[in-house]
């Protein structure tokens, strides 16, 4: 082969660049960003707040999910409260709580909707459950959750100090612009503030409900639960949601 006929192929073997593997930030931008599709926070994929608000939380099946197993342990251990020794029958409060959470489960399954939402809040019920009858105390029925609220909190505070919000990393990857809002101040300044309120709310839940599990308060402490749960989880998403969406670019119709 000749000199002239070999440049176009060596032209072109120049101009090919390597690829690249994705960056951390990258990859946990497209984790939560498929995360926060898959609940229904996708910018371009609802017309109004209650709308995405109501997909995130699964509607009304994705409700009950979330607070049917919880709301059942607490009423059944208060009212099962031995005065002596201030213990609800925990087999009993953890059972039915437990059986909820499998109904739940074989629902979807059945139904063949996605189970993540359902397997994931079985495996918790259930781990929780074990952990409560190994102590025996009703009270630690709540732990995993402490820690799960913790990792959680702590995640978005670290994330949003460094510089690398991730509620940023989630609708950088949503919108399509990756990590290219780190060099908009606005956007930067508006994704950490929602990171440190998440980090927040997640905070609020530990303050509150640890001096309750050190006093063995089961009744309060899962009441608190529960309405520290969803009704501040929607406020949240909901702001959230908005201020994603303002700050997504305009769509040509």
């Known amino acids: 082969m000749s000199e002239e006929s070999s440049r176009p192929d060596a032209a072109a073997d120049a101009e090919r660049v390597p690829l690249q593997p994705p960056s951390a930030a990258d990859s946990v931008g ?8 898959r609940a229904g926070l996708d910018p371009a994929a609802h017309g109004s707040t ?46 039915v709580s437990v059986g909820l959470a499998v109904v739940f489960t074989l629902a979807r399954l059945i139904a063949k909707s996605p189970p993540s939402a359902a397997i994931g809040g079985l495996l918790a019920t259930v781990g929780a459950a074990v952990l409560a009858l190994v102590t025996g105390r009703g009270q630690d029925n709540f732990v995993l959750g402490f820690f799960t609220n913790g990792a959680y909190g702590t995640a978005f505070l670290v994330s949003a100090l460094v510089g690398w919000p991730l509620i940023g990393l989630a609708a950088g990857y949503l919108l399509g612009e990756g990590t290219g809002w780190r060099a908009d101040r606005r956007k930067k300044r508006a994704y950490t503030w929602l990171s440190i309120a998440w980090a927040a709310l ?5 303050v509150v409900q640890l001096p309750l599990y050190f006093a063995g308060d089961v009744t309060a402490l899962g009441t608190l639960k529960i309405v520290m749960g969803l ?23």
């Open 231 to 253: 009704p501040l989880f929607a406020p949240m998403l909901a702001v959230t949601w908005l201020v994603v969406r303002s700050l997504s670019p305009r769509r040509e119709s």
């Open 30 to 37: 497209a984790a939560l960003g498929n995360a926060a599709r």
């Open 50 to 95: 209650g709308a995405a608000v109501w997909s995130a939380m699964g509607g009304v099946r994705g409700i009950l999910e979330s607070v049917l197993p919880s709301l059942a342990f607490v009423v059944l251990f208060t009212v099962t409260i031995d005065p002596e020794t201030r213990q609800g029958n925990l087999w009993l409060s953890l059972g």
């Open 202 to 206: 997640f905070a609020a839940r530990l």
